[in-house]
Nanobody, 116 residues
Framework: QVQLVESGGGLVQPGGSLRLSCAASRSIFDISAMAWYRQAPGKQRDLVALITRGGRTNYAVSVKDRFTISRDSANNTVYLQMNSLKPEDTAVYYC??????????WGQGTQVTVSS
């Protein structure tokens, strides 16, 4: 069973930066995409950023030009660099890995709180 372990969350002031990391407990083959989602209290889980097998990226409108997704394919690790953070970015952030077969894995989530 593959486990995804996230790290890097925490409390940051508005305008600050955080870098989230997500590492797989073992190699995952035939990855089609790696992504970050977030879920604020009382809201649905929404896609934040995604990077495909071919390296194409896609971002939610609300984070475009502030967040950057990247990956280390050799180590099955995905990152989310978050700059110019706003209070509305406060949420639990989840890592997601999808395989070509349709299998999907989720991390346990890491809390990001943006507050002064």
């Amino acid at each position: 069973q593959v486990q995804l372990v996230e790290s890097g969350g925490g409390l940051v002031q508005p305008g600050g930066s955080l870098r989230l990391s997500c590492a797989a407990s073992r190699s995952i083959f035939d990855i089609s995409a790696m992504a970050w989602y977030r879920q604020a209290p009382g809201k649905q889980r929404d896609l934040v950023a995604l990077i495909t097998r071919g390296g194409r990226t896609n971002y939610a409108v609300s984070v475009k030009d502030r967040f950057t997704i990247s990956r280390d394919s050799a180590n099955n690790t995905v990152y989310l660099q978050m700059n110019s953070l706003k209070p509305e970015d406060t949420a639990v952030y989840y890592c997601n890995v999808q395989q070509l077969s349709g299998n999907m894995y989720w991390g346990q989530g890491t809390q990001v709180t943006v507050s002064s």
